[in-house]
């Protein structure tokens, strides 16, 4: 594949392991000058080591962000703008909203979303439009937001989208994947079909990463220990999300999910315009945006 990525400048969240860190990594590695995202200092100073001692001409700066908060989120726009500046550079060619969770149990943020909600669903959409100025800066950017095949198992409860009255760990997830999908239909309705800013959704497949070991109890360590066992590793998604940053062939493309650099049918729940914008509205409102 001819390098399109040499020069550009991509924000990875989730930058500090499994797909994200793999995502940054392929495109530190073919030339671009990366923004990674990470919950945690000590993760992303590690990261950062980690991707450089492996390319020490490599060009990445981390960001600390808890992406449940849209506190956070919104204090990424001046942030990411101060690093542009520092570092000579215009605008974004591109975002990946990689960081997601499993949350076992019912869990609130602190401020008062469901947790894979806010992380998983929430996060994307806000960061996405907060952003948005920046992306349209380039002669054209992309959106990829990491969905999964979960979302076949995802229902919009449209009374209680974060089923705080039966809540339900598998469900909520599926609910936040489908949500991406969704997501990515709307902006592009919405957005992309105005501006020179294109969004795709990516299944990763099953992939080895940590997600289910992640503050979930023993049983589900022991299930995700045996099921991630049949997964690929972290680069072969990251393959499919640096192809859905750079292709110049499927800018003008109405496909919206996409693996292994391919697209594929999402659920008959993704495909409703209805409810791709019905739920754009709802998380307006959440993210207390007019
Ligand atoms: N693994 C799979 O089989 C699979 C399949 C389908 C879809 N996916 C999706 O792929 C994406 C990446 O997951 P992964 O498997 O690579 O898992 P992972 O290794 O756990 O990576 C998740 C990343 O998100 C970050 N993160 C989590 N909560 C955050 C928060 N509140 N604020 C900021 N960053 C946060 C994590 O930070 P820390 O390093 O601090 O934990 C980590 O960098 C997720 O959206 C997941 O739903 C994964």
């Not at 990366?34 to 945690?40: A, D």
Request: charged content about 20%.
């Amino acid at each position: 594949m001819e390098n399109n990525i040499q020069g550009k400048t991509y924000v990875v969240s989730g930058a500090t392991s499994g797909i994200g860190y793999a995502t940054a990594k392929l495109l530190v590695d073919q030339g671009a000058f990366v923004i990674g995202i990470g919950r945690s200092e000590e993760r992303c100073w590690t990261a950062k080591k980690e991707l450089m001692a492996e390319n020490p001409e490599g060009q990445i700066v981390m960001c600390v962000a808890d992406l449940s908060l849209q506190r956070s989120i919104r204090g990424l726009r001046s942030e990411i703008e101060n690093i542009l500046k520092d570092h000579g550079r215009q605008g974004l060619d591109g975002l990946v909203n990689n960081a997601g969770t499993f949350t076992y149990w019912q869990t609130l943020t602190a401020e008062g979303f469901e947790m894979q909600w806010a992380v998983n669903h929430l996060a994307p959409f806000l960061m996405s439009n907060v952003l948005l100025p920046l992306l349209m800066e380039a002669p054209t950017a992309r959106i990829v937001t990491v969905s999964s095949d979960s979302h076949f198992q995802g229902r919009m409860k449209w009374s209680d989208l974060q089923l705080s009255r039966c809540y339900n760990g598998l469900f909520a997830y599926g609910n936040t994947k489908l949500g991406n999908v969704l997501f990515t239909r709307a902006f592009n309705h919405l957005i992309g079909s105005q501006s020179s800013v294109k969004a795709f959704a990516a299944d990763p497949g099953l992939v080895k990463t940590e997600i289910g070991f992640k503050d979930t109890p023993p049983l589900v360590r022991w299930i995700w220990a045996r099921r991630r066992s049949g997964g690929t590793s972290a680069d072969v998604p990251a393959r499919n999300i640096v192809y859905l940053l750079s292709e110049p062939s499927i800018q003008d493309s109405n496909e919206i999910y996409w693996k292994n650099c391919r697209p594929k049918k999402a659920s008959r729940k993704a495909q409703t315009m209805q409810d791709a914008q019905r739920l754009w509205t709802v998380s307006e409102k959440m993210c207390g945006m007019a």
